[in-house]
């Protein structure tokens, strides 16, 4: 795991500057703190800049950027190639000698042999740059799901990019005006849609893409996988028993933790005491002794599972390590994350991976297998149950009803809910015939948001044109979900509820808010988190299981039960799911941090993003919290996430 940056001239003369490119791995030093190294091409115009956090052959032979022996092909490289050593073993086959045991130089060879096609041939998390000497090409490319974040801008007639904004930050030609675009979908989403950033005319690469630069100095780019092909084109095809399915997802998960625990550095797991969490660290137990385990927790209280984790941890018999948080210690993590993920991502979740990720660095760990992906891919949040609940009524409302009449009810009854503006933005989602399920997480619907913005309007970006063709580019969420529910009814027009909904997971949530929120926190730390439910051969066959047994008998992620029998205590499997998360709501009503930092900032006369933000609305928001009845802490969250990284703008 490292970081990678450098930039490329559009425009002669071709110079580059060694220092701007020394600057930018230094504002990425924590992405690898073992090493570091530049590579400069004054013909072509490019430099590379590389941050090393050794994972596999620790020696100088895996610095980077690294080169084949002629240099025609230059390779900068974060993530693992966990088939490296079988790519290795064919390459060699063909006459290729290598020098190290990194996976990096069979990404140097693999290029060499096969072009861009290698990308076919690679399993494994990756931000990949690549530079083709001979044709004066360069990609970059992000691998399928989206598991490490790559960044890029074409201001000052430069291609810019890094593992981090704050590395394009150290380049003079470029700027930080805040997109009101983003800031919008934002407030929906928690993080803006790839390619938007918070930033205008700064982008991150959509999962599963690559952008070329070709000798001519043109910019294209292309969707190189997509897990919408995944999803059969006709419901016929899901012909699927229930016994094989379980045996399928044991088969799977087995091979996917075996090959995420490869590595020349000590490996650890997050363990929340959760099945998701529970079943890696059994199946990782089954290969290891004494795998070291990390929990947190804020205090006691319902959603305190210190007591579950111990039962994993001595069931597994592993190294347990158990981190107690208070309400300042996440405070000054808070402050830190500000600066550590250079645009504001609205998940309180970044507060506990990053203390876990702390304590994982402390304990001489470097390698972290995490849950994420397990509830987007066997429906297992309850809230998923309640939308394929809701979904026959509300489409069928929306048939049969005018949408006259549905305006009308929806003006009438949303007068009587102003203690529960989320109740009335699904009413003018309905009248307005829009999607129920948009994502996971959505705080703000669009109606609801419009009081906490002054709204801005500007011209299309074409970089977005180019990557999302046909949205339309409005300060409206709902674009963005249409555009979705377009392309899968594309793909399979009679697609089940729950089909969208993981497509629609994959392709947002889980690769720009839940894999980025853990990379910037356990980067942070020099600490590589890798997925095991996130195999693309997991990912693949969970999009084929039918929604019928994807959620039998109303139990929310019964095949991943089924699948954990014989490996898990039942205890474990089938205790009521609690969930990873802070404590936000107490926070933003008695706390001695949170709440008066949110009053400060409201009331900042100096405040950047007053021009943007309606604050009568948010301090309106930020009053009606005080009363016992209601609960917007995760709004004010949200807000406070966007206020405080007003410091950049």
Request: with cysteine; aromatic share 12%.
């Amino acid at each position: 795991m490292c970081g990678v940056a450098g930039y490329a001239r559009l425009t002669a003369p071709y110079a580059i500057d060694a220092d701007l490119l020394t600057r930018m791995h230094h504002k990425q030093a924590h992405r690898g703190p073992d090493g570091s190294g530049l590579w400069i091409s004054p013909t072509a115009g490019i430099g590379l800049s590389h941050r090393r956090l050794s994972i596999l052959d620790t020696s100088d032979a895996g610095l980077q950027p690294m080169t084949n022996a002629d240099q025609s092909v230059v390779v900068c490289f974060n993530g693992e190639i966990y088939n490296h050593v079988a790519l290795r073993a064919e390459l060699e086959s063909y006459g290729y000698v290598y020098r190290s045991n990194c996976d990096t130089e069979t990404i140097v060879y693999a290029y060499q042999q096969w072009g861009i096609d290698c990308l076919q041939k690679f399993d494994g998390m990756f931000a990949l740059i690549i530079f083709d000497a001979r044709r004066n090409e360069l990609y970059l490319i992000r691998d399928r799901i989206g598991i490490k974040p790559l960044y890029f801008s074409t201001m000052g007639g430069m291609l810019s990019f890094a593992s981090e904004i704050k590395a394009l930050w150290s380049l003079p030609w470029m700027t930080t005006t805040i997109n009101p675009h983003a800031v919008s979908h934002y407030l929906t989403f928690l993080v803006p849609p790839a390619p938007l950033t918070l930033y205008q005319d700064i982008y991150k690469l959509p999962a599963g893409h690559y952008l070329k630069l070709d000798a001519q100095r043109s910019i294209s780019f292309k969707q190189w996988y997509s897990v919408l092909a995944l999803v059969p084109a006709h419901n016929d095809l899901y012909v699927l028993s229930e016994s094989a399915c379980i045996a399928q997802i044991r088969s799977l998960m087995h091979e996917s933790v075996g090959k995420r625990m490869i590595a020349d550095v000590p490996v650890g797991a997050f363990l929340s005491g959760g099945l998701d969490s529970s079943l890696i660290v059994a199946l990782m137990s089954q290969q290891i002794d004494r795998v070291k385990t990390f929990t947190v927790s804020f205090g006691t209280g319902e959603r305190d599972e210190r007591h579950w984790a111990r039962r994993v941890a001595d069931y597994c018999k592993t190294e347990h390590h158990e981190i107690m948080l208070d309400e300042q210690q996440a405070f000054t993590i808070f402050q830190k994350m500000v600066q550590l993920q250079d645009e504001p991502i609205g998940d309180c979740v970044a507060i506990p991976i990053y203390a876990i990720a702390q304590a994982a660095k402390q304990a001489g760990v470097t390698v972290m297998l995490t849950g994420e992906g397990a509830d987007e891919l066997f429906c297992g949040y309850e809230m998923y149950a309640k939308y394929l609940a809701w979904q026959p009524l509300w489409q069928q409302s929306q048939r049969y009803i005018p949408a006259v009449a549905r305006r009308s009810a929806a003006r009438l009854v949303g007068a009587y809910q102003h203690e529960l503006p989320a109740r009335k933005a699904l009413l003018h989602m309905w009248a307005a015939g829009n999607e129920l399920f948009w994502s996971g997480a959505t705080v703000f619907y669009d109606s609801w948001k419009q009081e906490f913005m002054n709204t801005h309007f500007h011209d299309p970006d074409p970089v977005v044109a180019a990557l999302l063709p046909g949205m339309r580019q409005t300060h409206e969420s709902h674009d963005y979900v249409e555009y979705l529910r377009r392309r899968m009814v594309q793909r399979n027009p009679q697609a089940s509820m729950l089909t969208h909904m993981m497509y629609r997971e994959l392709q947002h949530r889980l690769p720009e808010l839940l894999l980025t929120r853990l990379d910037k926190m356990t980067m942070a730390s020099s600490i590589e988190g890798r997925v095991p439910f996130l195999d693309p051969k997991l990912v693949a066959y969970a999009l084929t299981i039918p929604q019928e047994l994807q959620l039998k008998n109303g139990v929310t992620k019964y095949l991943l039960k089924k699948a954990s029998e014989g490996i898990l205590p039942t205890e474990i499997i089938y205790r009521q799911k609690i969930g990873f998360a802070a404590p936000v709501t107490r926070w933003f009503k008695k706390g001695s941090y949170f709440k008066p930092f949110f009053e400060q900032m409201v009331h900042d006369t100096h405040n950047p993003w007053a021009e943007l933000l309606n604050f009568k609305a948010i301090d309106a928001l930020r009053r009606a919290n005080e009363k016992e009845c209601v609960d917007f802490g995760y709004q004010l969250w949200v807000l406070q996430n966007l206020m405080a990284t007003g410091a950049r703008s």
